[in-house]
């Protein structure tokens, strides 16, 4: 492991930066890796004043979710809440904070908070906040390369920032790293990682401050609606809880981000067990084998090395069927800590939210991490109970064509014809012939008997049959002449 402290990742002999991808577990694990070996007594983080009050708040009611949202001037000037006769007209905006534990961010201000670390928040203040992502590699080479590599690689491919409010906040970031040299010896910047060589050229420029803090609302938490957690959280909100209860366990939490697939896909294969029981798909260790190099396969295909929702439940449809892949949606998307909180509810969506009052508004990630994709992919649910009992209760044997009790009876007797037939199928072609080196198919009793005096010993041969059955059909003949058969 690289620290932070070698000249490639240190903007002064005071400063020293860590940048990370957003919204990545193998980043908050390199983040507590880097902050507990090393000491520093002042932690920079790329967020503006207006929210270090419930951030810190919201952070100690972690493991729970929470979510600190700023109101933003809508398109039409008012404020978001604000009531307004042409509501339908007024796009409402706010920018907020997933108080995540897979938020690398998130996790250097936990770890700062329990080692008395003091914690400035040193982003520009803006009334609308420009969220910009950025296509980074895959967290999961941390596990190979040094985190000092890794950004070194990264950066000739990263975009410079546009002109505007993303180089302004950098500039304003960088001024301000300069006032707290003044006061500290050893600063550790947590910034992302598309930011990270703009404000180290602001700061050896000196490039001046052309922009001031605007004034700004302030911040409210809400508690993350747990069904929701899907479009706010870096990680599966499965993994998420993973990582905490490695956290609260004092469990190695260092490959979850792919043993924690392993122990979704086998938790998910438990729950379809027991739904489907002897009706489903015996998802056997041979086929999650083949599911998981599956998975691997995609993964490669869209040039990742931990699979994304989309991959998990695309492979295990076309391995195990849509009731298996609905069983991996669902388990991915639970959050096993959930706790009554003194805060109101807020619901995710993809890039918006729903207030309680039933207000949507559009929302901008201060931690935006990795460009997001949402894709289709259908699946066909097993029917609820009450539907699956009317279907029952109008079952009528002279007008479908089709019920599962009696079609399992027909494949297994069709199954049973078949393989008689491919018994006779071969009949012709057995033999007997005497005994040498081998017992072929097992030894011919009656042409053995019929040979005694000789002391011959004869044997079975049963070649294999031509050709295979595809499809069997029977013919009844009611009412039947034992005559005839």
């Not at 904070?97 to 961010?105: E, Y």
């Not at 892949?325 to 639970?334: S, V």
């Not at 995710?348 to 559009?362: D, R, S, V, Y």
């Not at 699946?379 to 109970?385: E, I, Q």
């Amino acid at each position: 492991m690289t620290s932070p402290h070698s000249s490639f990742l240190k903007i002064s002999p005071h400063i020293s930066v860590l940048p990370l991808i957003h919204g990545s577990g193998d980043f908050a694990i390199e983040v507590r890796r880097v902050m507990l070996n090393n000491e520093f007594d002042c932690l920079a983080v790329p967020l503006p004043a207006s929210f270090q009050e419930n951030v810190e708040r919201a952070i100690t009611f972690l493991p729970s979710i929470t979510a600190v949202v700023q109101e933003e001037p809508s398109i039409s000037g008012s404020a978001p809440w604000e009531e307004d006769d042409d509501e339908d007209d007024v796009q409402r905006l706010c920018s907020y904070v997933p108080i995540d534990p897979c938020q690398g961010v998130i996790a250097a201000l936990r770890i700062a908070m329990m080692e008395h670390i003091d914690r400035h928040f040193i982003d520009l203040e803006t009334q609308r906040f420009e969220s910009i992502s950025a296509s980074l590699p895959d967290p999961y080479a941390l596990k190979k390369v040094p985190l000092e590599k890794f950004a070194a690689a990264v950066l000739p491919a990263l975009n410079k920032l546009p002109e505007g409010q993303p180089l302004n906040r950098c500039t304003m970031m960088a001024h301000r790293l300069r006032e707290l040299e003044k006061k500290y010896k050893s600063i550790l910047l947590v910034c992302s990682l598309s930011d990270w060589p703009w404000i180290h050229d602001a700061y050896i420029d000196q490039v001046p401050v052309e922009v001031e803090d605007e004034e700004v609302n302030e911040t409210t938490i809400y508690s993350a609606d747990s069904e929701t957690l899907l479009f706010m959280l870096g990680e599966l909100p499965y993994i998420t809880g993973l990582y905490e209860a490695a956290r609260s366990e004092l469990e190695d939490d260092e490959n979850l981000s792919v043993d924690g697939i392993k122990e979704l896909a086998l938790t998910a294969r438990d729950r379809y067990r027991l739904e489907l029981k002897s009706k489903g798909r015996k998802i056997t260790p041979k086929l999650l084998s083949v599911y998981f190099r599956y998975v691997r396969n995609l993964s490669l295909i869209e040039r990742r090395m931990t699979p994304d929702l989309y991959t998990l439940v695309k492979a295990a449809q076309q391995v195990a069927g849509d009731q298996f892949a609905i069983q991996i949606a669902e388990t991915a998307r639970e959050y096993p800590f959930v706790h009554l909180l003194p805060f109101e509810k807020i619901s995710f969506g993809i890039e918006q939210a729903q207030l309680p009052n039933g207000t949507m508004l559009e929302m901008s990630n201060r931690l935006p991490g990795n460009l997001i994709s949402w894709r289709n992919c259908e699946l066909t649910p097993k029917p609820p109970k009450p539907k699956q009992d009317e279907w029952e209760m109008k079952w009528d044997p002279f007008k479908q064509c089709s019920w599962p009790p009696e079609d399992v009876a027909i494949e297994k007797f069709r199954t049973s014809i078949k393989d008689h037939a491919l018994n006779l199928l071969g009949v012709d072609l057995a033999r007997t012939e005497k005994f040498t080196t081998s017992m072929k198919d097992g030894l011919d009793l009656r042409e053995t008997l019929r040979n005694w005096h000789t002391g011959e010993i004869h044997v079975k041969v049963l070649p294999p049959s031509r050709g295979k059955l595809d499809c069997v059909l029977m013919l009844f003949d009611s009412p039947a002449d034992p005559r005839d058969y």
